[in-house]
């Protein structure tokens, strides 16, 4: 005979519904509940020795039962299951804010390197224009006087 080793309590989030067994709940039950439509409540656990309910608490104070258990201990496993899925589906936003704010940065990261060394740099194809090399005097101009007429074959001359 094969003993069935199956958790009192199992939880998984499938997208945005929370999908919860409770194998020891009076009666056993499977629940699932939409964290997206439903995003603010409360879980609760109350009762007595012997009755013990878990529920969620609406914003307006409504209570609902979700399920009943006969010992404080499988109540409190039911509470701890449920709270760390609710917990994981902070830390899902969570870590999806920190990537998504990593890759904003990775993108301006690879757009500053692509202006400085794509942009920046000067095109291949351009031609500089040769200017006078450091410490090479360029030859005086010959200075003209002013107002005066000058015949153009004086100004059009070489340099001496």
Same mark, same amino acid.
């Given at each position: 005979?094969?003993?069935?080793?199956?958790?009192?309590?199992?939880? %998984?989030?499938?997208?945005?519904?929370?999908?919860?067994?409770?194998?020891?709940?009076?009666?056993?039950? @499977?629940? %699932?509940?939409?964290l997206e439509r439903n995003h603010s409540f409360t879980l609760n656990l109350q009762g007595d020795d012997g009755d013990f309910e878990?529920? @969620?608490?609406?914003? %307006?104070? /409504?209570?609902?039962s979700v399920a009943r258990f006969a010992s404080r201990e499988d109540a409190d496993e039911a509470f701890s299951a449920v709270?760390?899925?609710?917990?994981e589906k902070k830390w899902s936003r969570l870590q999806t804010?920190?990537?998504?704010?990593?890759? @904003?940065?990775l993108l301006y990261f690879l757009y500053t390197l692509a202006n400085t060394v794509f942009i920046g740099?000067?095109?291949?194809?351009?031609?500089?224009?040769?200017?006078?090399?450091?410490?090479?005097? /360029?030859p005086a101009?010959?200075?003209?006087?002013q107002g005066e007429a000058v015949p153009a074959d004086q100004v059009l001359q070489p340099p001496p």
């Amino acid at each position: 005979m094969l003993l069935n080793h199956a958790k009192a309590v199992q939880a %998984k989030l499938v997208g945005s519904t929370m999908v919860i067994s409770f194998r020891h709940s009076n009666p056993s039950i @499977i629940w %699932k509940y939409d964290l997206e439509r439903n995003h603010s409540f409360t879980l609760n656990l109350q009762g007595d020795d012997g009755d013990f309910e878990l529920g @969620i608490t609406s914003p %307006k104070g /409504e209570f609902t039962s979700v399920a009943r258990f006969a010992s404080r201990e499988d109540a409190d496993e039911a509470f701890s299951a449920v709270q760390e899925i609710l917990m994981e589906k902070k830390w899902s936003r969570l870590q999806t804010v920190l990537i998504g704010a990593a890759g @904003i940065f990775l993108l301006y990261f690879l757009y500053t390197l692509a202006n400085t060394v794509f942009i920046g740099a000067p095109h291949p194809a351009a031609k500089t224009v040769p200017g006078p090399a450091a410490g090479v005097q /360029e030859p005086a101009k010959p200075s003209l006087p002013q107002g005066e007429a000058v015949p153009a074959d004086q100004v059009l001359q070489p340099p001496p």
